[in-house]
């Protein structure tokens, strides 16, 4: 069998002050200076980037263990198992935890007076920051409570007509075809989909699949930037581009890309984005982002009612009642983490994590890799499928056997197991996986 390339751990090593200036000091760094550029987007997210990144090449850390101890050190893990479902929903680290527990316990000291006069105030920091690492305006940035929430907001908030169709992809979240569904049996739109190859690494393909299948009749398009069964990144800007050429707006599905790999609103230039903050931000569960460029918040009707004075604020999509503001107010740490850590690094490290189980693997005949391992079109995400073997049965396995946490997915068009590790997945886990796959290789399931 093919090993994984062992761990560089560097000449010398650092001491827990350097690791931690390392981790902590570029995140202080990264705020102090968003703050110093006002909100002009360009300007923020730049200044955001190059302080989270001023600790070093991301290669070389992406294998430097001792830097990543320290950052597995900040999570409160059950070691007593594997989980490499964090692309469902990821652990956050006990910085975040601590904060939310904190901002709860002072929203119970006088509660009316303390959620609406004290943290709700303070959301507007929150709002802020999110904007800034997106590279949008602050007036262009909803938080919400998951991606759902702020895709539903958007395929639930346009005015449709029977008849109407809505393209997508046969491989988008069950949730959004559902609430598409829901619309054409409650207003007679029509639900268009369309298969793309698997994996892809031709994106010039998938854009004339989806040219192909619109038509006169074609009023909206959904996109989701990374397909949540199998890593897919899709060619988010060249779709928003061909809607755009033909007045079609095109919603973004931002669940498992945003904080995953570096990029931008201005990488995309969409006009519609949602995302999980709770999946690859590490925030607190319950947490999202919906993105609306300012000129489209009018036409967008939310998904619970606000007042007509609100038509063209953003925040008219948070008018959900009462609700936690503790969540909210603890994504800002959840950001200084993230920006400690760098962006490229963590999707150098997630790559590294990935490919130390899939390229061994992939080497096997009946082993079928559903994700590229091309950096440009995947990254932490891969699906794999073992011929011949039941892909639930194998995670069932996974687990009662080995205590090793994945998704089995048996889609129409494939088979296979989802493996998401996360910054503060050890290494050793990810070969525990790796040679629990083997023996199933070599032995089958038991039966």
Sequence with gaps: MATPPAASHGSTPRTRRELFSEIALPATAALSA???????PAAAFAKLTAAGERAGDPLATATDESFWFEVQQAFTPDRTIVNLNNGGVSPSPRVVQEAMKRHLDLANTATAYTLWQLQEPQK???????????????????????????????????????????????????????????????DGIVLKTFAIPIPCERPEEIVELCRRNLSSRTKLILVSHVINITGQILPVAE????????????????????????????????????????????????????????????????????????????????????????NILAIAEAIAFHLGIGAERKAARLRYLRDRWARPLAAEKRVRLHTSLDPRFACGVATVQIEGVDSVKLAEHLWKRHRIFVVGIQHPEFEGIRVTPSVYTLPGEIDRFRVAMEEVLTKGLPT
């Design 124 to 186: 507007e920091g929150v709002r802020q920051q999110l904007a800034a690492l997106f590279g949008c305006d602050t007036e262009e940035m909803a938080i919400v409570r998951n991606a759902s929430e702020g895709l539903e907001n958007c395929l639930c908030g346009f005015d449709l007509a029977a008849g109407d169709e809505v393209l997508t992809t046969t491989q988008d979240y069950p949730r959004m075809l559902t609430t598409l569904r829901q619309r054409e049996r409650r």
């Design 239 to 326: 779709i928003v581009r061909l809607g755009r050429e033909r007045g079609i707006p095109v919603v973004v599905d931002g669940a498992h890309a945003f904080a995953h790999f570096p990029f931008a609103h201005a990488d995309l230039d969409c006009d519609y984005y949602s995302s999980s903050l709770h999946k690859w931000l590490c925030a607190p569960h319950g947490t999202g982002m919906l993105y609306v460029r300012r000129e489209k918040i009018r036409g967008l009707w939310p998904l619970m009612a606000a007042p007509v004075e609100m038509d063209a604020d953003i925040r008219k999509f948070e008018e959900i009642g009462t609700h936690p503001a503790a």
């Design 34 to 40: 968003m703050a110093a550029v006002g909100f002009d």
